[in-house]
């Protein structure tokens, strides 16, 4: 058995500054480059009084589409859980065939972007079913294409069905740590295993 232990102290604009941290954090299995999240800070200059507004998120969103990724980073910038929701869309997007989808609003047009502000929709490619996962980046919540079981409240004590909506997709769960996230993973893998 192997056991890490690190602990880190300082304000996050340190930490965020250190190359020290920066390098261990990348020799960690699974620490991707791609995406990075740090403070979105704004000083007034006339009262040095300073402004949290949320995170920016650095690199791009797994699987979204170059016109989604700042609506995306918006919505990412006031979720608690936003690094375990992009290791969530890191992961499902590296499954085959899966593809990731904003929507076309009822006002959609041909020629119009589709609309990433409100979900995303995560779908396999050639399947003849919808998306097998929706994804709410401000939320975190993941909504699957799965009916509520038994097995499932086992695989995944934090899934709560749902008794409104679409009759196909009635479990969601809201990714808000690791174990969480685990248990979307595997939510995620029987969404995508049935279409």
Request: aromatic residues 10%; contains cysteine.
């Amino acid at each position: 058995m192997k056991l890490t232990y690190v602990c880190f102290e300082g304000t996050p604009q340190e930490l965020d500054a250190s190359e020290v941290v920066r390098e261990l954090v990348r020799q960690q299995p699974g620490a991707g480059e791609a995406v990075r999240r740090t403070p979105r800070v704004v000083v007034d200059p006339e009262s040095d009084e300073e402004f949290d507004f949320g995170w920016n998120v650095e690199g791009d969103v797994p699987g979204v589409a170059e016109e989604g990724q700042d609506a995306v980073k918006a919505q990412l910038a006031f979720n608690p859980a936003a690094q375990q929701f992009l290791d969530f869309m890191t992961e499902v997007t590296s499954w085959e065939s899966v593809g990731v989808h904003g929507i076309r609003r009822k006002t959609w047009q041909e020629g119009d972007p589709l609309d990433y502000t409100g979900y995303l929709r995560l779908r396999r490619k050639g399947s003849q079913y919808g998306g097998f996962v929706y994804a709410f980046a401000s939320t975190g919540v993941i909504n699957f294409r799965l009916q509520h079981t038994d097995e499932i409240a086992r695989l995944a004590p934090d899934a709560y069905p749902l008794t409104k909506g679409n009759y196909q997709y009635r479990v969601n769960i809201q990714i808000r740590d690791e174990k969480t996230l685990k248990q979307a993973l595997s939510l995620a893998e029987l969404a995508y295993d049935a279409t």
